[in-house]
């Protein structure tokens, strides 16, 4: 068409940066936001460079944190805890604090092991977890990564630090989700239930 | 759990304000932003306050525009064209253009008229829209609004301010879409495919 209009044209471009969302989708927000909810978009563009600037990393668990130590880190009960779960990611975190059912630490991986990608122990901040490991007041480490080959390699990794340190390692159950229905499970959970069965 | 982080909860709060995100979706796209795009989130950040300052509406045609008349309208052979295309949004504008079919003019409602939700005739500019047909140099208006009931009913009103003036109007074409299979077409589409047959 012409030069049109760099500001919606540079608008819907930046759009695309949010995962899931391709040209179509863009141009539509675009012009919902402009036509419908201006102070919205206002708000949401404030929201972004603020966080993008002033949200880091919390210093002792690596989870988000606009402050050195983030709030359940600073917490005085479960900050020290002695047990200590290890997440791969900030949503993983949210999704366990969700269910109100663990009342100790974390540590954030921000990934997991995968070499093919460069990302290994150091990427992880496994010398930062070693540290922790090293200071002596935890004594039980709960492995809470994805239940995926990468997830499995980087919690045999972090088990193996742990043995070398006598902590004891757990880690999360796995076998049949709530509510699952045996006929549409894959085969490896339907494996893996059966070889963990309890007495009932 | 506790206070936690102010600018991640209000980052995803703001991300509601896009249509078809929700809470689950927000997280996710903050997470991302966070974790893999900060560069991508200042600049949609900008982008979204520039947009929302500075992008308004043609004087002319009424379309999203950051100058007074949009490129279309600044055009020497289109902004003066005797044909003009009347449509309901700028989507439909751009979805026009990108056909590259039309080489007139346009007229952007924003809306169409809806009685029940206080849409009349000047929250369309309608008022605007007579002004230039009063003009004079104005030969055809094409009628490109939705084919819904509430598509039609404006089509009928902006015709009938044709008519009086004795300017031509024309409605696009109603049918079976390119590819379209008849055996999954709804009922409507089929009949005014059939009362609208050409000869062959
Ligand atoms: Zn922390
Ligand atoms: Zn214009």
Do not use: W
Request: hydrophobic residues 40%; negative net charge.
């Amino acid at each position: 068409m012409t030069d049109a209009l760099p500001l919606l044209q540079q608008l819907i471009d930046a759009l695309k940066a949010l995962p899931g969302v391709g040209p179509k989708t863009a141009q539509r927000m675009a012009f919902q936001l402009l036509e419908r909810n201006r102070d919205g978009g206002k708000a949401l563009g404030d929201a972004l460079l603020k966080a993008m600037e002033h949200i880091g990393h919390c210093a002792q668990c690596r989870t988000f944190s606009e402050t050195e130590l983030c709030a359940i880190c600073r917490d005085v009960e479960r900050g020290q805890s002695s047990l200590l779960c290890v997440v791969g990611s900030s949503a993983d975190l949210q999704a366990i604090e969700q269910t109100g059912q663990f009342d100790g630490r974390y540590f954030v991986l921000m990934g997991q092991l995968s070499p093919l990608d460069g990302i290994g122990p150091a990427e992880l901040g496994l010398d930062v977890l070693e540290q922790q490991l090293n200071a002596g007041n935890i004594e039980e480490v709960i492995l809470a990564t994805n239940q995926t080959v990468e997830g499995e390699a980087t919690a045999f990794y972090i088990a193996e630090l742990c043995h070398r340190r006598q902590i004891t390692v757990s880690r999360l159950a796995q076998g049949v989700p709530f509510g699952g229905e045996l006929e549409y499970l894959d085969g490896s959970t339907l494996s893996y239930a059966f070889s963990g069965r309890k007495s009932f």
